[in-house]
């Protein structure tokens, strides 16, 4: 009897002796995208990311040619993100309780408000966040790369490798956007068909992470930490 045959009767008389169920050691069921036609897997994935109650995005993307820096926490109707460029300040969106609020600088504010009035608020901006007017189109430009539904968007047709992969060791499919929204979206096929990773042109890459985890920083900010910019 040579040793793999003793390892074999061993393991198989250890499983008779502890009524093991070798199920539990499987992992997590198939969720069956893999089988779908690109199109469903990709609406299977963001109907999956918008029910989560939690998750963080966070790598590179690039803006109109330019990369930046990015993170964003979202946990239910409450999202913190920042935008940080290669050149110049990072640019900080927090919402919470249905109200937004900004971190800019001076010449992103100025845009919107004024350089007189920016520069009177100048020394304020670096602790304190901008509650601006709904007018204010700057600061909703700012606010589409932390939408939910800007996060995974096909701009063309959609295909898939017809060969499950892995990312990082979690069992996923891959989609391809001929339209350039994403280069490769990486779709879990256990548990729920959540994003685990999209990578684009310029070498734009973001992965999502802790899902139905809880963050801090995403209450409101204390009244004295805002600075409230009405439309004028």
């Given amino acids: 009897m040579n040793i793999l045959r003793q390892v074999t009767v061993a393991v198989a008389v250890v499983l008779l002796l502890g009524g093991c169920d070798l199920r539990k050691n499987q992992g997590p069921a198939d969720n069956g995208v893999a089988a779908l036609e690109p199109g469903e897997i990709l609406g299977q994935a963001k109907d999956a990311l918008d029910k989560s109650s939690s998750f963080h995005v966070a790598g590179t993307i690039v803006i109109t040619g330019r990369t930046a820096g990015y993170d964003l926490k979202v946990s239910a109707e409450n999202r913190l993100g920042t935008l940080t460029p290669e050149t110049g300040s990072p640019v900080q969106m927090l919402v919470s309780g249905k109200r937004t609020y900004f971190k800019v600088d001076e010449r992103l504010l100025a845009g919107a408000v004024g350089a007189k009035e920016a520069h009177r ?5 670096a602790e304190s966040w901008v509650e601006p007017a709904r007018e204010y189109t700057v600061f909703a430009a700012l606010t589409v790369p932390f939408q939910r539904d800007q996060l995974v968007k096909a701009l063309g047709a959609v295909t898939k490798d017809e060969r499950p992969t892995t990312y990082e060791g979690h069992p996923a499919i891959v989609l391809h956007d001929a339209g350039g929204g994403f280069t490769s979206l990486y ?15 310029g070498g734009a890459k973001v992965v999502f992470t802790e899902y139905g985890e809880g963050f801090t920083g995403l209450m409101r900010p204390a009244s004295g930490d805002i600075i409230v910019v009405p439309n004028t």
């Fill in 187 to 201: 779709v879990s096929t256990t548990g729920d068909p959540v994003p685990l990773a999209m990578t684009g042109a």
């Fill in 121 to 125: 608020l100048a020394p304020y901006l």
